[in-house]
């Protein structure tokens, strides 16, 4: 298993085009963590975030013999996975959907990241409590940005990616994508003005 | 100016550039602009870090195991599935083909035997006037015979013409000849001339007859090929 670690992203795929499932395990355990971070801050619901992330991995799987090494692999990978966070939200816009999960949270005031918080028996200092608390409005803050904004600042500020990448998953020119993600960090900064302070 | 220039081009994740560096340490605007993003991105940096279940890969493994085969099953379900559609076809319209031309069916009964009794298996001329001649114990208006046919058909049914209130043969033929009328006026309706059913209704008490005439609209009927406007003599015993 280990034995993969050092193979590129394009060799591991080659492997996988020749049924090396080894191969294919290597690619999910690298790009887990990513796709299904992405998912989430993209639709603000976990579980269906986990589920379109393995979907993701499963369509890769799937086109692995259309696969061509001619383009950055996360840029492929964040493409399909783009595309499936598209769809769900154009069908939840549809049929005005929202998840039960945030609801009840909101309600609760435990905000949207309550799936991620394990029980913990010992009471939290005071600095990481706010600390938890700037991250969950921050994610918020987030979640409310209109859709073309959203893709466009996760992309680049929590994903990492570079800006020629962001317009290759988008299909949108440099321009657009530097514009969108601008305009999106003028809108955070304005709605956590007070929350960035320190 | 320097501050526009500034916002435009300076990355928040990257170092101030030279030729703004000392205007951000004068302008105090554009030093808690970038102390801002600075901020923001690295805020927005730490929203990365999502936990993932420790079976994620497992799962990943299973559904893709799971999915390839559907790769080739639409494929292989609709080409059978047109195959069976594309056989039925083929076998229904030998079927039609083969099968000999029939003559519409008599059901005929004594008229003195029977309360309710099948008289004849007609073209569908007479449908319009089913409502009108449903009532039981009401003598049924029926129009007049278009035509001089009444001689071929009056011979085809049997006269009901003991009694005042009997069904006349006059009244047989005005339905039965108004269908065999619109049959032969436009051969091309063939279609639309689809079996019936006629009952001849007697009321025992008042001895009142009606005729009943039941369009062809029960589901399942089957179109049968057109009648010859003179049956023959064979014909014409089998259907009496």
């Avoid at chain 1, 399909?80 to 945030?102: D, G, H, P, Q, Y």
């Avoid at chain 1, 020629?164 to 949108?172: F, N, T």
Wanted: charged content about 25%.
């Amino acid at each position: 298993m280990s034995g993969y670690a050092c193979w590129s992203d394009h060799d591991l795929m080659a492997a996988v085009r020749e049924g090396d499932d080894g191969a294919f395990d290597e690619l999910v355990r690298r790009y887990q963590s990513p796709m299904t971070g992405y998912l989430y801050r993209l639709l603000n619901d976990y579980e269906t975030a986990l589920d379109l992330a393995q979907e993701t991995f499963v369509r890769l799987y799937r086109n692995a013999h259309r696969y061509r090494a001619n383009h950055n692999f996360s840029t492929y990978l964040y493409k399909i996975a783009t595309n499936l966070a598209i769809s769900e939200l154009r069908r939840r816009k549809r049929w005005n959907m929202f998840s039960l999960v945030s609801f009840f949270a909101a309600r609760d005031g435990e905000g949207d990241e309550r799936p991620f918080d394990l029980p913990d028996p010992q009471p939290l200092p005071d600095a990481q409590i706010l600390h938890e608390e700037r991250r969950r409005i921050i994610a918020r803050a987030v979640a409310s940005l209109p859709e073309k904004y959203r893709v466009a600042i996760v992309l680049r500020d929590i994903q990492g990616l570079e800006y020629e990448q962001i317009a290759e998953v988008l299909g949108l020119p440099l321009g657009t994508v530097k514009s969108r993600i601008n305009r999106a960090r003028n809108f955070l900064r304005e709605k956590l003005r007070g929350y960035l302070s320190e | 100016m320097t501050c526009g220039r500034l916002r435009r081009e300076w990355e928040p994740d990257g170092p101030i550039p030279s030729w703004a560096r000392a205007h951000v340490a004068e302008c105090t605007a554009c030093r808690a602009h970038v102390e801002e993003l600075s901020r923001l991105r690295r805020a927005l940096a730490a929203l990365a870090e999502v936990p993932v279940p420790e079976d994620f890969t497992h799962r990943v493994r299973a559904r893709a195991l799971v999915a390839r085969p559907p790769a080739l099953w639409p494929r292989a379900l609709a080409v059978a599935a047109l195959g069976a559609i594309a056989v039925a076809l083929l076998f229904t319209l030998e079927r039609e083909r083969s099968s000999p031309p029939e003559g519409p069916r008599a059901f005929v009964a004594s008229p003195s035997s029977a309360e309710i009794a099948p008289r004849e298996m007609a073209p569908h001329a007479t449908s319009r006037e089913a409502p009108e001649t449903a009532a039981l114990g009401k003598r049924p208006r029926v129009a007049p015979p278009a035509r001089s046919k009444g001689d071929q058909i009056s011979r085809m049914t049997t006269p009901a013409s003991v009694g005042p209130n009997r069904t006349s043969a006059r009244d047989y033929e005005a339905v039965l000849s108004e269908a065999f009328v619109s049959r032969e006026a436009d051969p091309s309706d063939a279609p639309l001339s689809h079996d019936g059913v006629i009952l001849l209704l007697r009321n025992e008490e008042t001895q009142e007859e009606s005729i009943l005439a039941i369009p062809p609209v029960v589901f399942g009927s089957r179109l049968l090929p057109l009648r010859p406007a003179s049956p023959t003599p064979g014909e014409r015993r089998r259907i009496l």
